[in-house]
């Protein structure tokens, strides 16, 4: 699945997700180092693409274009922020591994950094082994999640928001999953340094189904218009909705 974000010097952030769900092969074993991470062109990682200011006749517009930050199962949520004091940080939700467990292992907002290791298949949550890895991988040689999500919340997508629109700089994020605290839309405020945290901000919820009222819904993407009204993407039942003040009705 592809994601992409845009930095502010206008380069490209890009999701290279990972094939496998914990790299099990075809033995149904767990290789390490996982293949995945390996080779010429090494997936579960987000890519850099910077291109050429001025490229001369007949030479490729791309400068590099290399892993960013490594250890990411899928990078579907992925937003840079576009002003304030961390402006031009990168930020990720982490689609982990599926135990099939309703409350393990936790979703993870991250911060990227150039050359971060953020742990996948070896590691999850707070930098805990991933069941099959105990042992095998020093998980504290990786970064740390910003914070800890509901397990199977599936965030699909993140949204930086300008500090001057009506979310007030808010990242916001789709959650997608069935897991605890899913099947809504949820902002998150940025603190005195720009970071954004605490508690999460219902913009959006209430989407389990109940007969004679509502059907069941699923938020899979967001985007914000000239006038700062939300429009939110709902897959399961392919609708189109939209979150605006009430002066705008």
């Known amino acids: 699945l592809k994601e992409l974000?845009?930095?502010p010097d206008g380069s490209l952030f890009v999701n290279m997700g990972s094939?496998?769900?914990a790299c099990r092969n075809?033995?149904?074993?767990?290789?390490?180092?996982?293949?995945e991470r390996t080779g010429a062109v090494p997936r579960a990682a987000v890519?850099?693409?910077?291109?050429?200011?001025?490229p001369a006749q007949g030479q490729s517009p791309v400068e590099r274009f290399a892993p960013y930050a490594v250890g990411l199962r899928n990078s579907m949520a992925l937003a840079v922020l576009p002003d304030g004091p961390a402006k031009g940080s990168l930020w990720q939700g982490e689609n982990g591994i599926d135990y099939g467990d309703p409350k393990e292992p936790p979703e993870e907002l991250n911060r990227l950094t150039d050359g971060s290791d953020h742990g996948w298949p070896y590691c999850v949550?707070?930098?805990?082994?991933?069941?099959?890895?105990e042992g095998r991988f020093d998980c504290k040689q990786t970064m740390a999640p910003h914070a800890l999500w509901p397990a199977h919340v599936a965030p699909l997508q993140l949204l930086a928001t300008p500090m001057d629109s009506p979310f007030g700089g808010q990242l916001?994020?789709?959650w997608h999953g069935p897991g605890q605290g899913g099947h809504r839309v949820v902002g998150f405020a940025r603190d005195a340094q720009g970071l954004p945290g605490g508690a999460p901000i219902n913009w959006l919820s209430g989407w389990t189904e109940q007969k004679g009222l509502r059907p069941r819904g699923r938020p899979t993407g967001l985007a914000l218009d000239h006038a700062g009204?939300?429009?939110?993407?709902?897959?399961?039942?392919?609708?189109?909705?939209?979150?605006?003040?009430?002066?705008?009705r």
Request: glycine share 4%; proline share 7%; with cysteine.
């Open 47 to 54: 890519w850099h693409l910077q291109l050429r200011k001025a």
């Open 26 to 35: 075809d033995a149904q074993k767990l290789p390490v180092p996982c293949p």
């Open 19 to 21: 094939v496998t769900d």
């Open 5 to 7: 974000a845009a930095a």
């Open 125 to 133: 949550g707070n930098r805990k082994h991933a069941r099959g890895y």
């Open 172 to 174: 916001l994020s789709a």
């Open 229 to 248: 009204r939300l429009l939110v993407v709902e897959d399961f039942n392919r609708s189109l909705l939209m979150l605006m003040p009430q002066s705008q």
